[in-house]
């Protein structure tokens, strides 16, 4: 049985595709190139070493496509631990920024609670006020009489006097006279007659 030379050897490559060696073929082929002359004694004792020699260089190709396939992984696995690393950073971060977050609206909630609370007593004491200036501004009124529409100087330089004759006039009342206490023309610009 001849001994199959490195040419026809393959190991494993990187890619796990089988690759050809070429290493010192051309010496060994010349002393095994014919083993037809060789007796059986001599093929017998030739036998355990070419399996010695077969087992080494399987064993150093499987050591190095392992060494290489270990190196390979090694570095997936570090890119890989990279990118989980950068992961738990950000999400280091992203924890750190919602319990910030968190906190602030917690602290913004607390603060409005009794601003809210302070605001609706604001408004019930407003509305209050606001009935008691509108009753006031109605009891100031109540015996007032706003007249519209009387020409400039009308009244002369005495409204009261003019406004005591010209009511009961105007209003067709029974009494000749009314008690008018102040009057005063609205502000406005004089017009022209």
């Known amino acids: 049985m001849p001994k199959p030379s490195k040419q026809q050897r393959t190991e494993c490559a990187e890619d796990g595709i089988a690759q050809a060696t070429n290493a010192d073929s051309d010496a060994k082929a010349s002393s095994s190139a014919n083993f037809s002359e060789l007796s059986t004694d001599a093929l017998l004792k030739m036998i355990p070493a070419a399996v010695a020699e077969e087992g080494q260089f399987i064993q150093t190709s499987v050591k190095?496509?392992?060494?290489?396939?270990?190196?390979?992984?090694?570095?997936k696995l570090d890119n890989i631990i990279k990118r989980i690393d950068d992961v738990v950073v950000t999400t280091d971060s992203l924890k750190a920024?919602?319990?910030?977050?968190e906190t602030r609206i917690s602290e913004l909630e607390d603060g409005t609670a009794p601003i809210k609370m302070r605001m609706e007593e604001l408004e019930k004491i407003n509305k209050e006020l606001m009935n008691k200036v509108m009753d006031l501004e109605g009891r100031s009124r109540r015996d007032n009489i706003r007249l519209l529409n009387l020409k400039e100087a009308t009244e002369g330089s005495d409204p009261i006097v003019f406004l005591e004759e010209f009511i009961p006039k105007l209003l067709k009342l029974p009494v000749t006279s009314v008690v008018i206490d102040r009057a005063h023309r609205g502000f406005g610009l004089k017009t022209s007659n």
């Open 64 to 75: 190095e496509s392992f060494d290489k396939f270990e190196s390979m992984v090694d570095t």
């Open 97 to 101: 920024r919602q319990s910030e977050s």
